[in-house]
Structures are given as C-alpha cells and as structure tokens.
C-alpha cells in the first residue's frame, strides 16, 4: 500500500465533514478508524481494506450526501490510484455496515465486521453518551427520548459484536451505560421523561 494513502483519506474527509457536527462528523469517522485497526491487528484480514472502509464509511452517508453507488468513496480512491479490485471491496464492506443497506444482518466479509464493530463501538460508553444527547438536542428531542433510544438500542449493541476483540473492547463501554443509567434514574426518579 502507498503509504500517503491514509494520510490523504484523512484529509479528504476532513474537507468532506467540515461544517458537521453531531453523530457522523470528521471526529466519528476518525474514532471508528483507530477503532477497527485496533481490532483488524487481532484478526486475520486485510488491513488496507479496513482502514480504508473505515474512513470512509460514511463518505456517501444518504442523510449528509446526495450521492449513489459510494461515489464520494470511489472518487477518492480512483484518484489515489487504488487497484478497482480494492475499491470494490471497500464499497462491499461500506455497504455492508450502512443500516439503511444491509439493515441488521451481518456483513459478509471479515473486514465489513471489523468495520461495523468499530462503528458500534463509536455509538456505546461515554462517547456513545456524548452522542446520543448531542442528537437528541439536534433533533429536539427531550432527555427523556434519548434515554429511552439506550434502552431500545444501545444497550443490546454489546452482544450484537461481531469479532471476540470488539466483544472485549465493548464489555468497560456497556458497563459504562449502564452505571450512567442507573444514575440519571436515581437522580431523575423517572422524572426526567
Ligand atoms: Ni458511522
């Protein structure tokens, strides 16, 4: 791999999110990077697969972009010199963790798991915490809703992790929640909702 190459996809989605804040921004993008190579140096897969899709999992991301096909994503890479092979199966893994793609099923490649345990990993602990409320108040939303979104959704994340790593990885996030749920009751008495 040419060794500018994840040097340059930084900076391109660092042009890419400018202005963005909230759950899918530069920051995201950059924890679910660090996140999945922590897991890819546990797991018998191709690396520059990961980071790539890594970084560029929400390039073409349907609520910030008018884009098809991960055209954001295959630009990028077209214009690195990435081989089509590569490109392909970074676009496979994208898709694969992209909810609105692949709905709840489990991606078919070891590198679109390492990928989506990354990305659950970002939505869990104390920036999974960070997150949810800082959607919340963009979307105006009550505490009391943001609450209820840990217990529909978050909280079962732990379980759903696809590679032993992310499993361990999300055991101190999950205990986290729960720890901060059990005080936000305590100090709310339900009345927060
Ligand atoms: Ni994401």
Known sequence: MDDRLIPAAIEYIRGLFEGNSGGHDYG????????????????????????????????????????KDNANARTFMEGHGVPAGTIDRVCEAIDSVSFSKNGLNKPGTVEGMIVQDADRLDAIGAVGIARTFAYGGEHGRSLGSSIDHFHEKLLRLKDGMNTATARKMAESRHAFMVEFLNRYENETDGTGK
């Open 28 to 67: 995201h993008s950059m924890r679910v990077f660090r996140l999945a190579m922590q897991i890819a140096g546990e797991e018998e897969c191709d690396r520059t697969v990961v980071a790539l899709a890594a970084l560029l999992h929400d390039a073409d991301d349907h609520k910030l972009f008018n884009t």
